[in-house]
């Protein structure tokens, strides 16, 4: 009896202290400012200089590129950009790595899928992926 009343004590005293938790579907998660995320990517501002896939360290970042169709304009243009997202790790060492500062982290955190080639992400989706940049990176 001792321990059901120690118990129902220890119950009420916590019943009044504020909660830990919180709703997560309903209220989003605050992340720190040096979260590592989800990339976004600026197909405007790549040169097609391969140093991202190159320092990757899964090798899951393949780019493509052709050839300016303008001639008077010098260097390469965006034709694929993909990362794979089901060994991508979020080092952040693609981002550091580019010099123009194509591919940036985001906050975005949420990549369940019910597929695994669904976690395949092309151009376009990181192109679109708007959604919580970092601090840092908001232009």
């Not at 009896?1 to 989003?28: A, C, H, I, Q, S």
């Not at 993909?82 to 940036?104: H, M, Y």
């Not at 949420?110 to 601090?135: G, V």
């Amino acid at each position: 009896m001792l321990g059901f009343t120690k118990g129902l004590k220890y119950t009420l005293k916590n019943l009044t202290k504020e909660k830990v938790t919180y709703n997560y579907p309903d209220v989003p998660m605050e992340m720190p400012d040096r979260f590592r995320g989800i990339q976004k990517f600026y197909p405007e501002k790549c040169i097609v200089c391969n140093q991202c896939a190159n320092i990757c360290p899964t090798d899951c970042i393949t780019l493509t590129g052709k050839k300016h169709p303008d001639p008077d304009k010098k260097g390469k243009i965006i034709d694929t950009y993909d990362i794979n997202f089901e060994i991508c790790i979020l080092c952040d060492l693609c981002t550091e790595v580019c010099p123009t500062e194509a591919i940036i982290m985001t906050n975005n955190f949420e990549l369940a899928e019910y597929s695994r080639d669904e976690l395949f992400k092309d151009l376009q989706w990181l192109d679109e992926n708007d959604t919580n940049k970092r601090k840092e990176n908001k232009t």
